[in-house]
């Protein structure tokens, strides 16, 4: 008989570990809280429109023909992915903005506009960015870092590729323009990192993306987690959709199974969870049973910055806008306002937006004739105190002003489908820490070893994927963290 195997959530990490599993011939079953897969790639459909809740910059996309391979299956059969171009258009300030991609000759082009000077030293900073990739990403990645010798073990090549600085202290090395410094270290905050704290591995981002590109699937990242949903039953795999798991059970150090809010208990052989780390072993497991994962240890880490995010579709397109598909648009204030995220934890007067404007690429999502957007501002997590129930409506108010006044003329009256979310969602809706966005926060002594085990450290056949354990953050990382917890299953089953 088949060991029973739990996956808690339904995120990328949970998805990819569930049908890995399944592949294998396990006995998998999916337990998610909301009443559709997705975690934090949640969809919403609103008035005809498509909204992807959470990630939607695609990096790395062989990761995801990997899980179909494995499963003896095509991804292209299940769903299909095109390549973004720009990247991103990077707007400062003023409304100028730098386009970026994986062309070399392109990037030198657009350096050319703001700083010539800089070119050279941008094409040193990217052939750095190499090694690092192949370390931190092609070397490590799928690695488990169980055991602190693990650790002493890349220490030197650590120091080698200079991880004790910050993403932001290794670009301004190469480059010296002010603006093309916050252009070549946003990447972090796609991750729930300040670039001033991120260790500089990070950097290896740039070189990810010139390596594979910038993907976008068709149907939107829901159109992903309902082909991962398809496959998994397709291999056997049960889904309990609108089933909140309140607790798992402990027997010495294993852990028996999961108790649903509603008292039902199910029993397994292992669990993995795709919930929050910070949250799993603070809410689900009863402090008596945890040694290490002690309540104050959880409230003493760091935990990333939290997002306020509206999706708004128009009765209009604006295909005459100067907006890409991924927009960054900066605030003057770029170390300034990131202090006040991470570090004072105050709600500025300004704000750094992301905007994403899928429909460019697929107008699928969204009704003929029409555009859907999603804006997303980083915000302090609810360590800061900040009550939302009174500063959501009038923040929202600002941004979307914001939005009409600079890049969307009319947005207000165009508007036909909205919704936003808060760090309030985070914390209840989708069971984050504090409401962090990116639950452990990306910085060197919570990183790899320093960071939540996918094999939890206080019960055997706990295993933990998604971006509170390691590698960390961003669909790459979630989906490595799959690998890993799969490799350490079947070594031991």
Request: aromatic share 14%.
């Amino acid at each position: 008989m088949s060991k029973k195997i739990i996956v808690i959530g339904s995120g990328f990490g949970g998805l990819g570990a569930a049908v890995r599993l399944a592949a294998h011939g396990f006995d998998v079953e999916i337990f998610e809280k909301r009443d559709k897969l997705g975690g934090r790639a949640y969809v919403y459909e609103i008035n005809g429109f498509k909204f992807d809740g959470g990630p939607t910059v695609i990096t790395a996309p062989f990761m995801f023909d990997e899980i179909f391979e494995m499963a003896g299956r095509r991804r292209e059969d299940y769903f299909q992915m095109v390549p973004v171009n720009p990247f991103y258009r990077i707007f400062n300030h003023e409304g100028k903005c730098f386009d970026y991609n994986g062309d070399p000759q392109f990037i030198l082009s657009q350096i050319d506009l703001w700083n010539p000077e800089d070119k050279e030293g941008y094409q040193r900073f990217i052939e750095t960015t190499k090694a690092i990739f192949q370390k931190g990403f092609v070397e490590l990645a799928d690695k488990p870092f169980l055991k602190f010798t693990d650790m002493l073990k890349i220490a030197p090549d650590l120091i080698r590729l200079q991880s004790y600085k910050t993403v932001y202290q290794y670009v301004s090395q190469f480059v010296k323009n002010d603006f093309l410094r916050q252009v070549f270290s946003f990447h972090p905050l796609l991750i729930g990192g300040n670039p001033f704290d991120t260790t500089s591995i990070y950097a290896l981002i740039h070189y990810l993306e010139r390596q594979w590109g910038i993907h976008y699937a068709i149907g939107g990242t829901g159109a992903i987690v309902d082909a991962l949903g398809r496959l998994f039953v397709e291999l056997g795999g049960k889904i309990h959709l609108n089933a909140d798991v309140a607790e798992i059970t402990v027997q010495n150090r294993k852990v028996t199974g999961i108790r649903l809010r509603n008292g039902e208990f199910h029993p397994a052989d292992m669990v993995v969870s795709n919930a929050d780390v910070a949250s799993t072993y603070r809410y689900m497991i009863p402090e008596v049973y945890r040694k290490k994962y002690t309540n104050r240890r959880i409230e003493r880490m760091r935990y990333s910055m939290s997002l306020f995010v509206i999706y708004f579709g128009t009765k209009r397109r604006y295909l005459d806008s100067r907006l890409a598909h991924h927009n960054i648009i900066l605030s003057s204030r770029y170390k300034p306002l990131l202090d006040d995220i991470f570090n004072k934890k105050i709600l500025a007067d300004d704000f750094s937006l992301y905007l994403h404007m899928p429909t460019l690429t697929d107008p699928s999502m969204a009704p003929e004739g029409m555009e859907a957007f999603y804006v997303l501002s980083p915000v302090p997590h609810l360590g800061s105190g900040i009550d939302w129930s009174k500063q959501a409506r009038p923040y929202r108010d600002r941004i979307i002003e914001f939005l009409e006044k600079n890049y969307l003329p009319d947005l207000r009256a165009n508007i036909v489908a909205e919704h936003y979310i808060d760090p309030l969602h985070f914390r209840d809706t989708l069971n984050s820490y504090l409401g962090s966005a990116f639950s452990v926060e990306p910085i060197l002594t919570q990183s790899a070893w320093f960071r939540p085990h996918n094999r939890s450290e206080e019960f055997d056949n706990l295993y933990f994927v998604g971006a509170g354990t390691h590698p960390g953050a961003g669909l790459p990382g979630v989906l490595s963290s799959s690998k890993i917890v799969e490799n350490l299953i079947c070594e031991t089953a």
